[in-house]
């Protein structure tokens, strides 16, 4: 799906950089079919650098995400941050099979970039997410509870599962 507000008008530039800013919400990935964030909230920074024959894009988009996590299913925003480069050159055709260099057709006048953007934060987000409650202890929950219940139990403090037949094998590695 072609978004119109990502479509960069580069005909009338003249030579040298451009700044483009947006701002990115759940609704730019919905309009993908992507539907694994619940809130969106990433600056994004377009700088377009024009020359006589091609032009160089440099994204830079942060914030956040708001995912659920692996472990617990709890929802939190996760930072995020991402770079892309992206090469625009013009040849006979449109193809953009690489991913650092598009080609378009001589004769165009715009170029869009919500399919760069789109991947670029995607793969910004870690492919395991974990709460930040769980790294500290804040993060209450009950699915939390039930996996420090289903834990499997401290061997070493607990002495009623010693087995002797382990006591003897134990014996021959201090008696030396």
Not at 53 to 68: H, I
């Amino acid at each position: 799906m072609e978004q119109k507000e990502f479509n960069i008008p580069f005909s009338g530039l003249k030579q040298g950089k451009h700044d483009f800013n947006y701002k990115i919400e759940n609704k730019f990935f919905e309009s993908f079919g992507y539907d694994e964030f619940e809130a969106v909230d990433v600056q994004l920074n377009v700088v377009l650098n024009k020359t006589s024959t091609m032009m160089e894009l440099d994204f830079d988009a942060d914030g956040t995400v708001n995912v659920n996590c692996d472990l617990t299913s709890e929802p939190y925003d996760q930072p995020i941050s991402g770079t892309l480069q992206l090469v625009v050159k013009f040849g006979e055709e449109y193809n953009d099979d690489d991913d650092e260099i598009l080609i378009l057709p001589h004769g165009e006048h715009q170029v869009n970039i919500a399919q760069y953007v789109y991947e670029m934060i995607i793969l910004a987000v870690p492919q395991k997410r974990v709460h930040p409650g769980i790294w500290d202890g804040t993060l209450k929950s009950d699915a939390l509870r039930k996996l420090e219940e289903l834990q499997p139990k401290d061997k070493k403090n607990n002495k009623d599962d010693n087995d002797p037949r382990w006591d003897e094998l134990k014996k021959l590695l201090t008696d030396k």
